[in-house]
């Protein structure tokens, strides 16, 4: 049976391990909160968007509707990774980058092979994955979650945009993990450029709208903005996401630890018990030799 | 008639308005009661808006508004 001491200092060490993932659970949680707050915050925006997008494409051609809508040759393909900065999270990051390779391995085997798909990583985790490679990453933003505002997230989308339509590529990809609650984070990858053009819905009542300046411009400057959202939603997605994710995790962690302290109290108090057992053996032992004289 | 301006961050202003001047691509103009259905994109300007209380006065960087029925949406990149 192992000392007392020893399990003495690995009841203390897993306890103060416990208040640790405790206290990271619980601060998990209270962003967690915050994240969910900015979703539904950007969702009427999204939505409105989407909404007058559809209004003026109903009766305007938005197939021809600029340089980000069309479809080339995909030649050169960039691929957004949305990680987070901090680890401790379960398998928040690690599923986003398995994502990533199973596409460089096969939907996009070929063009990688010759050094055509690039990453563009968010968060600390992909980009200290990916640095490992040079032929296919092209730099980080691993800023953003400093402050996270929509602001910063429209430069990267404009940084983006400006690329693709240069032709440096042919086709965008963001990879993040879609919030759906604390304990689920779904994986996707959607495509950003070129962007699919808005259906326009024919139940939708058609209203006789004044266009200013006119139908096409409108599409043309309002599309740039559906894509600067689009991205903004990934990232808050994968923020909100990366808090649930590690609130499981270290909600995991705590029960864990309460498990393994369980057990060791167990252990601790057979110990001292056998101890006291040996003690008074002894004494008795003692006691009978001298009597016997 | 209601108003609505939104950003990406948060919504700026909802509530009930008497008038409000947005700075349209095509210049600037102001939308009253019973305006017509109109879809406009806007510059970087200041948005005006007139309430029964009072006049508030919002920089906006770009944008769309849409008035529709005597609701007006202005999604707006910062307000």
Known sequence: MANLKEV??????????????????????????????????????????????????????TSG??????????????????????GLAGAFNSNIIRAVNRLLANRYKSLANEGNVKILAIGKKASDFFSKKPAIYAGHHNEIYNNLEFAGVAAIAEEVMA?????????????????????????????????TPPESTESKQVNDYIFEPSQEQIVLELIPKSVK???????????????????????????????LLKDLRLQYNKARQAAITGEILEIVAGAEALKGK | MYLEIITPDKKVFAGEVSSVHVPGTSGQFQVLNNHAPIISTLIN??????????????DVKGGVVEVLKNKVILLAESA
């Open chain 1, 8 to 61: 003495r200092l690995r009841i203390a060490s897993v306890n103060s391990t416990q208040q640790i993932t405790k206290a990271m659970k619980m601060v998990a949680a209270a962003k967690l909160r915050r994240a969910q707050d900015r979703i539904t915050q950007m969702r009427p925006y999204a939505s409105k968007l989407k909404e007058i997008l559809q209004n003026v494409a109903q009766s305007v051609d």
């Open chain 1, 65 to 86: 509707s600029g340089v980000f809508a069309k479809v080339r040759p995909v030649n050169k393909v960039l691929i957004i990774t949305c990680t987070s900065n901090r």
């Open chain 1, 163 to 195: 690329q693709f339509a240069a032709g440096e590529y042919d086709e965008v990809h963001v990879v993040y993990n879609q919030f759906k609650n604390a304990a689920v984070q779904h994986v996707m990858v959607e495509q950003m450029l070129p962007i």
């Open chain 1, 229 to 259: 959202v689009q991205l903004y939603k990934a990232i808050l997605d994968s923020n909100a996401s990366e808090h649930g994710a590690r609130m499981t995790a270290m909600s995991k962690a705590t029960d864990n630890a309460g498990d």
């Open chain 2, 45 to 58: 300007g200041k948005v005006k808006v007139k309430t029964g209380e009072g006049v508030q006065m919002f």
